[in-house]
């Protein structure tokens, strides 16, 4: 991190917009030398220079001689900006020459060009944000619906980052109180009793396996639930997948095989994203393409949180290709449905669900089992306290293990001292959740997934 930190003294450039031709670009630029590099090509009633903070300024820039564009500039100067630095932010019309023209003559100031999050990283070193809510930066732009966006929202506003930073200190307090014991070992002092110990471990013990708990809804509210659609051909997967959609997505026809490729569709659902996979019915044949399909099939199936298995009120239960499914995935992944309840309503089928894709009887039941296969039947609210990060969610779980670790060491009657590392590794591990403790790799693991420009 030490190189890093002298990096930083460099003054940084990106588009901050997606690449292309649009109504305006926005041209980042932070560092020392960014408002006094831009206010050599900039033509205003003002010098940027001399600016004031959080002000916009209009006017031209010039490079080599020739205007390049009317411009919108904001200045924010350090450290009330987003990277805690001199920034200017430049708003163009959104010309891809303009942009090209515009970011040449920055690169000819001194200035380079952004490294993919360099922006969010810098912030994060210069203490506007802490590690976790800087990764709730990619999941706001990543969301696609209204849960997620508020999931990454309340990170990013720092409700995770609190309940973790609070647990710390709790483990910080206790190791500390033990290792004061060591420094009067002779005197045989205690400054925390060793039941208090014990409670205490299992209290924050008790707050992280609560957090642990919230993952699979929060891994759900950030990256969607990929759902197959599964059965024999005709049994009605393509009429179900355009019911959804509430739209002719998939070709319907009684021929058994028109669905030769898995089709892939998204809808959201109570605020879940569902990503529905077609998939070409699941049968032995001699066509070359169709059995490409049906590989693709058995692909999709593998990947997927929950497989619809269709099945025909008429036809029945398709037991060989059930014992199929529960070979590529488990058990308890899978909903049984029966389908064409408009044709005939009386049945013996073993099933989860009953609906006609045609009609639309039982869909609403559909949507809820769906619903509790993805999130299971545990209350949680992404307004709350969630994890949603794999690198969270390992992060607390090396914690816990510590911290049963420490119990163990209590229990046996061992020192202090060795209780003290075992809560100190646990608050260390804590601490790699909000940046507290983390490492130059962690860090460009973390910002090489960021966009340039942010």
């Not at 460099?10 to 588009?15: C, N, V």
Request: glycine share 6%.
């Amino acid at each position: 991190m030490t190189e890093y930190l002298q990096n930083n003294e460099d003054t940084i450039a990106a588009l901050a917009t997606p690449a292309g031709v649009g109504a305006i670009s926005v041209i980042r630029v932070s560092g020392p030398k960014s408002i006094e590099a831009v206010d050599s090509i900039f033509d205003g009633a003002v010098k940027l220079i001399r600016a004031n903070t959080h002000t916009i300024h209009y006017g031209r820039i010039n490079y080599a001689n020739e205007v390049i564009d009317d411009v919108l500039v904001s200045v924010f100067r350090a450290p009330n900006s987003y990277t805690g630095e001199d920034s200017i932010e430049i708003s163009t019309h959104g010309s891809q020459l303009i942009v090209e023209k515009l970011i040449k003559s920055l690169l000819e100031k001194d200035i380079r060009l952004a490294e993919p999050g360099e922006f969010t990283k810098r912030a994060f070193l210069n203490g506007r944000m802490d590690l976790a809510q800087a990764e709730a930066v990619v999941d706001v732009i990543n969301s696609r619906t209204e849960a997620s966006l508020r999931g990454a929202r309340n990170q990013l506003d720092g409700l995770l980052s609190a309940k973790v930073d609070s647990l710390r200190e709790m483990l910080i307090n206790s190791s500390s109180m033990l290792e004061l014991e060591l420094d009067f070992a002779e005197e045989d002092f205690e400054f925390l009793p060793k039941d208090k110990v014990i409670e205490k471990i299992d209290e924050i013990i008790f707050e992280i396996e609560k957090l642990l708990q919230t993952y699979s809804f929060g891994k759900v509210i950030r990256d969607g639930v990929n759902v197959a659609l599964v059965g024999k051909p005709n049994v009605g997967k393509s009429s179900l997948l355009n019911y959804m959609l509430k739209e002719s997505r998939a070709i319907v026809s009684e021929i058994p095989g028109t669905t030769r490729d898995v089709i892939r569709e998204e809808f959201s659902l109570d605020g879940i994203l569902f990503r529905l996979y077609d998939t070409a019915g699941i049968r032995l044949t001699e066509d070359a393409i169709e059995k490409e399909g049906v590989f693709r099939s058995r692909d999709a199936v593998k990947n997927a949180d929950v497989v619809l298995f269709l099945n025909d009120i008429i036809d029945g239960f398709a037991e060989d290709l059930y014992k199929e499914l529960k070979q590529l995935i488990k058990e308890d992944k899978i909903l049984k449905i029966v389908n064409k309840i408009d044709l005939l309503h009386n049945h013996n089928i073993e099933c989860d669900v009953e609906i006609s894709a045609k009609t639309g009887e039982g869909i609403e039941s559909l949507f809820k089992a769906m619903k509790q296969k993805a999130i299971g039947s545990e209350s949680y609210s992404e307004r709350g306290a969630v994890v949603s990060n794999l690198r969270h969610f390992n992060a607390l779980k090396k914690a816990k293990d510590h911290l049963v670790q420490a119990k163990d060491s209590v229990k046996s009657g061992m020192s202090g001292e060795f209780i003290a590392v075992d809560l100190r590794n646990a608050e260390s591990s804590l601490g790699e959740i909000i940046g507290k403790v983390t490492t130059e790799d962690i860090l460009n693991n973390i910002f090489a997934k960021f966009c340039i420009g942010k």
